[in-house]
C-alpha cells in the first residue's frame, strides 16, 4: 500500500519500439558489467519473440529492464542450463501460458531504493494482459530471499540447493501466476491505483 506521501508513477513500460529494445541492451549489457555478470542472447534475436520492459524512475528515466520470452520445450532457452523446465511435465502441460522471465536488473546507483517493487507490478501486469500460468526463472539468491523476506511474494525453488555460477549464488525458481494475481490485495505493498496505470 503507498502512503499519501508516495507520489504514483508509471514505473515501467513495454519496450516496443526499436530504440527502446536498444535501450533495453544498452541498460541490460552495463548491468552485467557492473555486476560482472555474463549476458545470455536476446530472445527477439533468436526468434522474434519475447516482451522487454524498461523499469523507471519517477522522473520516467529508465534504470533497468526485464524479459519475458517465450517457453518452447526443447527451444531456444536462457535457463535450462540452471533447470531442465522442458523435462518437467507441470511446464511442458501449460507451454503457451508460460513465460521465462531473465534480465531482471536495476542499474547502480538505484539499487535499495525502493524500484525493488516495480518488477512485482510488472509480473501482475504481464500476468492479467497475457493471461500467464506460469513464470519460470532463475533468479540471484539474494533477489529470491528479497522478494520473501521484505514483501512476502513466495517464488517456489526447484533445487534443495542454491546453484553456484561463476561466483553467483542462483535459484531456478517458477511463480504460479494466477495465484499472485489473485492474492494481490493481500500484499501490504500493492496499489491498485497504481497496477491500472500501467493498462
Not at 542472447?41 to 533468436?46: E, G, S, T
Not at 532457452?77 to 531473465?102: G, P, Q, W
Request: charged share 30%.
Amino acid at each position: 500500500m503507498l502512503t499519501k506521501s508516495e507520489k504514483k508513477y508509471k514505473m515501467f513500460r513495454e519496450a516496443k519500439t526499436e530504440e527502446d529494445i536498444l535501450l533495453v541492451k544498452e541498460i541490460w549489457e552495463q548491468a552485467c558489467k557492473q555486476m560482472n555478470y555474463e549476458s545470455e542472447d536476446y530472445h527477439i534475436d533468436v526468434h522474434g519473440g519475447g516482451v522487454y520492459y524498461l523499469i523507471l524512475d519517477e522522473k520516467g528515466n529508465p534504470i533497468g529492464t526485464a524479459e519475458a520470452g517465450p517457453f518452447v520445450p526443447g527451444g531456444f532457452s536462457t535457463l535450462e542450463e540452471y533447470y531442465e523446465f522442458s523435462k518437467d511435465k507441470r511446464f511442458v502441460l501449460h507451454a503457451e501460458r508460460i513465460m521465462e522471465i531473465d534480465k531482471l536488473c536495476l542499474l547502480k546507483g538505484h539499487q535499495r531504493r525502493g524500484y525493488f517493487k516495480h518488477f512485482l507490478y510488472l509480473f501482475l501486469y504481464h500476468t492479467h494482459k497475457y493471461n500467464m500460468k506460469y513464470f519460470i526463472g532463475s533468479m540471484e539468491s539474494k533477489f529470491f530471499r528479497g522478494l520473501n523476506i521484505f514483501y512476502h511474494f513466495h517464488p517456489e525453488r526447484l533445487t534443495e540447493d542454491d546453484l553456484e555460477y561463476d561466483g553467483f549464488s542462483l535459484v531456478p525458481v517458477y511463480i504460479d501466476a494466477q495465484d499472485i494475481w489473485n492474492k494481490r490485495e493481500e500484499f501490504d505493498w500493492y496499489d491498485e491505483e497504481t497496477l491500472n496505470m500501467h493498462f
